[in-house]
């Protein structure tokens, strides 16, 4: 064996090792690593009273009540991810892209009536990025009500990919 | 070999012309061959940029619902992979380095480090101020974001260990080491988006399927890409030369300061 094949071999190994002690230790972390935690999950994995966590999911369709409390504007809207959906509290100003349909992250607790008190309400666009004509199209044609969640597949009303005949 | 005679200008032809990869090591091939590359990959970077800047922020569509702010986009998507692809440079000069003794490879590495710390800030800027007006914060310790802050560090260690011996040669193993420890961050960056909830969004251009992104959209991201790309090499090619162009003229310091030296005690 050359010097040279040994010192790849070495560094293959020390490779592996390094890849397999982080590997370990991120699957190890990975609720911590989770940015938030879904409304199902919480049905089974309650944090607890008082606890703060962050709440992800989608607005619900038709859920928002928006009132004003004091001279500070207030919202109520239930956070879903289509199995479960949880009832949010909050006051304070929202972010431009919260809307029905839209994916939010709130910090918040639970109270005890199991409904959600937020302090941050934080919105989470998707990875679709279409212009204001096509949106309206999808919308005016009913392949895509913006309201009940995330976009039709890209294939759809992306002419990169070829339209299927007669379609 | 030690590093001052490794890069004096050679007396005359190699022996046999090198052997395959040390074919590329000789400091003398390296100048005359990205001497005659360099200007064109500036050339490709400057217009090429040009051109996805104009199209992108003038010309091309806005998303829907983000407005003008999706066409930060432009920078930021680029950016982020010229952080990703130098890192990925970075540890290819350190396998190159430690496993083939490459000597060119060291002063790559040591260049590399700069203008990739440079992209990646670029890339968290640049989301920072993206993420304020859209997702309603600056900043959040969700896995994307954490894993790219630590890239940046990573970064900022390769170049400080490079320079933090006397002995040069020892600052480029630390470096290499550090650089191949740190690759492990590359996956994580990746697939962060996909193993784990985050705030930011998933790619939209993968390998397998359609982007989701429309083609209006996407098309400015291509030259802008190519143009910074291009940028990359030319600076990361330039600072390579200028490296290698130092070590030379210290060499031959050296060399005339030796035989001065000599030649006065003959004198003596």
């Given at each position: ?30 609720s911590?690593?989770?940015f ?28 928002v009540q ?19 959906a ?5 006051s ?13 992250v ?6 005890p009536?199991g ?8 919105a ?5 990025y ?10 005016k ?12 597949p ?7 990919t ?6 | ?7 004096a200008?050679?007396p ?37 940029t ?16 983000q407005g ?19 890192y ?5 000069c ?6 083939w ?9 040591a ?10 800030a ?12 859209m ?13 790219v ?8 260690g390769?170049?400080?260990l ?5 002995d ?56 802008m ?6 940028g ?37």
């Amino acid at each position: 064996m050359t010097r040279k094949k040994r010192r790849l071999l070495v560094l293959l190994v020390c490779g592996l090792g390094v890849g397999t002690a982080a590997g370990l230790s991120l699957w190890a972390l990975s609720s911590d690593v989770a940015f938030f935690t879904s409304p199902s999950q919480l049905a089974h994995d309650h944090p607890g009273p008082g606890r703060s966590f962050r709440l992800g999911g989608l607005v619900e369709a038709g859920s928002v009540q928006r009132t004003n409390e004091g001279g500070k504007p207030t919202a109520s809207f239930r956070v879903t991810d289509g199995n479960t959906a949880v009832v949010v509290h909050y006051s304070g100003i929202l972010p431009d892209l919260f809307r029905e349909g839209q994916g939010v992250v709130s910090l918040g607790t639970l109270a005890p009536d199991g409904s959600f008190t937020a302090q941050e309400v934080l919105a989470k666009h998707d990875e679709t990025y279409m212009p204001k004509e096509v949106a309206e199209a999808l919308k005016k044609s009913g392949h895509w009500n913006p309201e009940q969640g995330a976009p039709p597949p890209a294939s759809t009303w992306n002419t990169l990919t070829v339209k299927k005949t007669g379609g | 070999m030690d590093a001052s005679t490794e890069f004096a200008p050679p007396p005359g032809p190699l022996p046999g012309g090198g052997r395959n990869l040390h074919r590329f090591a000789n400091p003398g091939r390296f100048l005359r061959l990205s001497g005659r590359v360099l200007p064109w990959v500036s050339a490709i970077a400057l217009i090429a940029t040009a051109i996805g800047l104009v199209w992108g922020l003038g010309f091309a569509p806005a998303d829907w619902q983000q407005g003008d702010s999706s066409r930060i986009m432009y920078i930021h998507v680029p950016a982020a992979m010229l952080s990703y692809m130098g890192y990925g440079s970075l540890a290819l000069c350190a396998v190159l380095s430690l496993v083939w003794r490459h000597p060119l490879a060291d002063l790559a590495a040591a260049e590399i480090g700069p203008v990739g710390a440079a992209a990646t800030a670029l890339c968290l800027a640049t989301g920072s101020l993206w993420g304020k007006p859209m997702w309603g914060a600056w900043w959040v310790w969700d896995a994307r974001l954490t894993s790219v802050l630590v890239l940046f560090f990573l970064y900022l260690g390769q170049i400080a260990l490079v320079r933090a011996f006397d002995d040069p040669q020892r600052g480029y193993r630390a470096g290499a080491i550090l650089a191949l420890v740190g690759a492990v961050d590359l996956p994580i960056i990746k697939y962060s988006v996909d193993w784990w909830n985050t705030l930011h969004q998933g790619s939209s251009i993968t390998l397998t399927g359609a982007p989701t992104m429309y083609v209006g959209i996407l098309y400015p991201l291509i030259p802008m890409t190519i143009g910074m790309v291009a940028g990359f090499i030319a600076i990361t090619l330039a600072r390579t030369r200028a490296a290698v162009m130092e070590r030379r003229i210290r060499a031959l310091l050296q060399a005339r300061a030796r035989t001065e030296a000599v030649g006065q005690e003959a004198a003596i």
